[in-house]
Nanobody, 121 residues
Framework: QVQLVESGGGLVQPGGSLRLSCAASGRIFSINAIGWYRQAPGKQRDLVAQITSGDSTNYADSVKGRYTISRDNAKNTVYLQMNSLKPEDTAVYYC???????????????WGQGTQVTVSS
């Protein structure tokens, strides 16, 4: 019932910037939280940034001051502005959302398919 479609990944040089987008579609009643995780080869999937329905945000320590998460409620879209990118930011970035659907009584967790971000010179 829900699809999360990411875009904006690609190859960027160290110090550069990218902006990721994740658009949620479906019979969405509310998005309680939405954000981004990332996973590098051989490593676990970790939270990067999250924004809640109350507009509170959480960032991984490694990206604080460099990444900014924002949300467009009218479009059911979340953005991740990534500045001052480092090679260690290289990973597949996954959109994640906790969503209440119409006619459902519980929140459900959804994942996008991921978008590759590569930071290299």
């Amino acid at each position: 019932q829900v699809q999360l479609v990411e875009s904006g990944g690609g190859l960027v040089q160290p110090g550069g910037s990218l902006r990721l987008s994740c658009a949620a579609s479906g019979r969405i009643f509310s998005i309680n939280a939405i954000g981004w995780y990332r996973q590098a080869p051989g490593k676990q999937r970790d939270l990067v940034a999250q924004i809640t329905s109350g507009d509170s945000t959480n960032y991984a320590d490694s990206v604080k001051g460099r990444y900014t998460i924002s949300r467009d409620n009218a479009k059911n879209t979340v953005y991740l502005q990534m500045n001052s990118l480092k090679p260690e930011d290289t990973a597949v970035y996954y959109c994640n959302a906790v969503i209440m659907l119409y006619y459902y009584s519980n929140n459900r967790n959804y994942w996008g398919q991921g978008t590759q971000v590569t930071v290299s010179s």
